[in-house]
Structure formats: structure tokens, C-alpha cells
């Protein structure tokens, strides 16, 4: 079964940092143009948190993590990553990593593989 793996989350200290990371079989990922991490935090929609084409390395990023995130996709592993710093309770959610296509109108990454996610907790 084709699969998305995340890595890296865990429970840190408002101000610390996480860095979370996905990897999937090669085969299909590169079949994908965009990579993404989403979050869902307890009672609250989905969101997505940062995006990145993985042709080019385009990045996108929520206002709410804007300069405090930064996502990156290595090619030659298939990989991408969230470094998350300066990290906000209000950031605790379960993070999820996708692949997808770019939809052409507003170059958002619509998902069609995901991760099982990973939790990050950040305690005040």
C-alpha cells in the first residue's frame, strides 16, 4: 500500500523547536508536483501549514507560521521536512504530510496521498 511516513513529532516547550519529516515510495511521490504539510488541531478544521513544488521548490506558507516554519523537499530521498521553530501552543495539532498535484488556478497542492500524521504538542 502506498504510503506517506512521518517522523519527528513529540511535546516541546512554547519558544522551542521540532523538525518533522516524510518520506514515501519514489515511485508514486514522483508522480506528485507538490508536497505539503497540513495540521488539525483538537475541534478545528484542517489547515494546511506550508507547501512546497517540488519542482522549482516554490514554498507557501500559512500566515500563522509565516517565518517561523520552513519546509523543504529533497529530491534524491524523496523526502520532505517542517522545521518548525519558535513553536506556539497554539500550534499543537496532528501534523500530516501529502503529496499531490498543483491545481493550476491558485497553485494550492491538492492532496491525494496522505501520512498517517504525527502529534506536536507544545506546552506553555
Known amino acids: 500500500q502506498v504510503k506517506l511516513v512521518e517522523s519527528g513529532g513529540g511535546s516541546v516547550q512554547a519558544g522551542g523547536s521540532l523538525r518533522l519529516s516524510c518520506g514515501g515510495d519514489r515511485e508514486y511521490i514522483y508522480n506528485r508536483n507538490c508536497m505539503a504539510w497540513f495540521r488539525q488541531a483538537p475541534g478545528k478544521e484542517r489547515e494546511v501549514v506550508a507547501t512546497?513544488?517540488?519542482?522549482?521548490?516554490?514554498?507557501i506558507y500559512a500566515d500563522s507560521v509565516r517565518g517561523r516554519f520552513t519546509i523543504s523537499h529533497d529530491d534524491a530521498e524523496s523526502t520532505v521536512h517542517l522545521q518548525m521553530t519558535s513553536l506556539k501552543p497554539e500550534d499543537t495539532a496532528v501534523y500530516y504530510c501529502?503529496?499531490?498535484?498543483?491545481?493550476?488556478?491558485?497553485?494550492?497542492?491538492?492532496?491525494?496521498?496522505w501520512g498517517q500524521g504525527t502529534q506536536v504538542t507544545v506546552s506553555s
Open positions: 512546497i513544488y517540488t519542482s522549482g521548490g516554490h514554498t
Open positions: 501529502v503529496a499531490g498535484l498543483i491545481r493550476p488556478a491558485g497553485g494550492v497542492c491538492i492532496p491525494n496521498l
